[in-house]
């Protein structure tokens, strides 16, 4: 079965700091691949996605996140976080072509960012 | 963006009683809808995937005679959690895929329901 592996559980930030959280995920073939944001007392969001292409994808409020197929990863990167990034985030993974689309989450990250 | 409204957000019952969890994709056709289950600080475990029209499927663990999934219009699915006990209060959170087009494998989520069996 796939699993997703967020490595990081807790990860704290000053306003400003870069942002790197990162998602491996097992499953030899081709994926979907998704963060997902869910800000205190909300509901999850969507922040980017990756089908196919250009293996670094922008989202959205400056997110962007690497598909690094040889390493099973899809990172996710803020140049610049602010107050408003705190939250918790989650990764996501689908087989591509399964018709149903069922997601395989990763174990979350909060991220605390102090202003 | 795409909307799926969840209701209740929290709901409190007794041992042995009954629970209906609705989940609404309020401005597209959800041709799928997903159940997922959060235990406090884990991550979103599937229940079941449902859609319209068919039996859902249920995942590996998941007893489908407690978690009893209706699927019967393109925007409404409903949970019922059936003779609940204190083990099942947790967090259900449920999701929408809409159908249409490059939106298809994008899964939009309602806000959640906090259920606590006493």
């Known amino acids: 079965a796939q699993s997703v592996s967020q490595h990081n559980h807790h990860v704290i930030l000053s306003e400003a700091a870069s942002l790197e959280l990162g998602c491996n995920y097992s499953y030899g073939g081709t994926v979907n691949l998704f963060w997902y944001v869910q800000y205190p007392g909300q509901h999850l969001q969507l922040l980017l996605k990756?089908?196919?292409?250009?293996?670094l994808v922008k989202g959205i409020k400056g997110f962007e996140a690497e598909f690094i197929k040889s390493k099973f990863s899809f990172n996710l990167r803020k140049p610049s976080v602010q107050w408003s990034d705190t939250a918790e985030y989650f990764c996501?993974?689908?087989?591509?072509?399964?018709?149903?689309?069922?997601?395989?989450f990763g174990q979350g990250t909060i991220l605390t960012v102090h202003p | 963006g795409a909307v799926v409204s969840q209701h209740p957000s929290w709901v409190i019952c007794k041992s042995g009683t009954s629970v209906k969890i609705e989940c609404r994709s309020l401005d597209f056709q959800a041709t799928t809808m997903f159940w997922y289950r959060q235990f406090p600080k884990q991550s979103l475990m599937l229940m079941a995937t449902s859609n319209e029209g068919s039996k859902a499927t249920y995942e590996q663990g998941v007893e489908k005679d407690k978690f009893l999934i209706n699927h019967a219009s393109l925007t409404l699915s409903t949970l019922t959690v059936t003779s609940a006990h204190p083990e099942d209060s947790s967090f259900y959170i449920c999701?929408?895929?809409?159908?249409?087009?490059?939106?298809?494998?994008?899964?939009?989520f309602g806000a959640g329901t906090r259920l606590s069996v006493l």
């Open positions: 996501a993974v689908n087989p591509a072509g399964t018709s149903y689309g069922k997601l395989t």
């Open positions: 999701s929408a895929r809409d159908g249409q087009g490059g939106a298809k494998n994008i899964q939009y």
């Open positions: 990756y089908f196919s292409g250009d293996p």
